[in-house]
């Protein structure tokens, strides 16, 4: 089962400035993340702090940290770094 995921305002701008083969390699691994966002390499962050606060690499373009909301089947993508 896959999770919706959403961006912050912030983190919408830093995806609209990204060169379009990085964007287009940023959505894949996205869609990779929602489909196991407790997988996928990911990590609570910070470390100790809950399960549904996690950080993983994005298709070797970008770290982004994100809230799961499993209730909601939602992943909320609150900082993304590229690389």
Sequence with gaps: MSYTVQYTDRVRIEIQGMAPKTRTAFETGMSLAAADPYG???KPYPRGNSKDHR???VAGVAIITYQITPAALLVTV?????R
């Design 55 to 57: 950080i993983t690499h």
């Design 78 to 82: 609150v900082q993304l770094v590229a």
């Design 40 to 42: 996928a390499d990911s």
